[in-house]
C-alpha cells in the first residue's frame, strides 16, 4: 500500500456562487505553492454548481479536495469546518474571488517560519485597498476603532487574508459567527495570547467577475460596521 504524503501547506477557500473563478483561483494556487499543498475549497452547497466544478477537479488531482455544507452556511463557519479538515503544518484561507493575491502566499508561508501568524494586509507598507470610496473608508473606520479599543498594533484586523502555524488553533478558539468579525476576534486572541503576528502588504482589488457577497448600498455597509463594533467591544470587555 502507498504511503499517504505528509502536507506541507493547506489553503482553504470558502465558497458560494464562485463558478466564474474558482477554476482559475485553483490554477494559480497550484502554480504558486510548492511542494505537498492541499487545496480545501469549503463550499456552502452553491445553487450556480460550484462545488460541482470542484468535485470534477479533485477527481483528477488529489491535492483538491471538497467539503460541501449544508447547514450553518456563511464565511466563518465554512472557514472553520476548512480548518478543521486541514492536515496541514500551515494553514492559510483567503477569498477565491481573486481579490487576493495567490502569488502572495508562498511570502506568507515563508515567515511562518519565524511568526506564527501572518496577514495578507491592505492597510500596511506595500498594501492598499484599491475598493470602493464606502468600503474603503468603513474598513478603514472599523481597523481604526479596534487598534484604539484593542490596542494591538495591528493594522488590517478584518483582512480575511491570514495563514497561521497549525499549532495555534490549539491555544485559540476560533469563534466563526459573523461576516468578517470572526477575523478581528481571531487576531486579537493571537495577539493577547503572545503569538508573533507579521503583516504583509499586497493590493485588494474589486472582483471582475461574479457578484459580491457584500452589499455597495451605504445602509447595508453601515450595518456590518455597526456589527464589527459591538464585536470589537464584545471581545475586549467581556473577555470572551
Known sequence: MESQKSVDVSVVLPT???????????????????????????????????????????????RVKLIRRFKDKGVGPS??????????KYIAWMDCDLTMPPSLLPKMFAQL????????????????????????VTSRLINLF?????NFKIKDY?????????????KVKFNPEGHGEYCIEFLYKCAKKGYKVKEIGYVFTERKLGESKTSQYVYS????????????????????
Open 79 to 88: 472557514i472553520w469546518d476548512g480548518i478543521k479538515a486541514s492536515k496541514g
Open 16 to 62: 458560494y456562487n464562485e463558478k466564474q473563478n474558482i477554476k482559475e483561483m485553483i490554477r494559480q494556487l497550484l502554480f504558486y505553492i510548492k511542494g505537498n499543498v492541499e487545496i480545501i475549497v469549503s463550499d456552502d452547497n452553491s445553487p450556480d454548481g460550484t462545488w460541482k466544478i470542484v468535485e470534477t477537479i479533485s477527481k483528477k488531482d488529489k
Open 146 to 150: 479596534a487598534n484604539i479599543v484593542l
Open 113 to 136: 517560519e519565524d511568526y506564527d501568524v501572518v496577514i495578507g494586509s491592505r492597510y500596511t507598507k506595500g498594501g492598499k485597498d484599491d475598493r470602493s470610496f464606502i468600503r474603503v
Open 221 to 240: 455597509v453601515f450595518l456590518y460596521g455597526i456589527k464589527y463594533i459591538q464585536r470589537i467591544l464584545k471581545v475586549r470587555f467581556l473577555k470572551i
Open 158 to 170: 478584518d483582512s480575511g487574508f491570514v495563514a497561521a502555524r497549525k499549532g495555534v488553533f490549539d
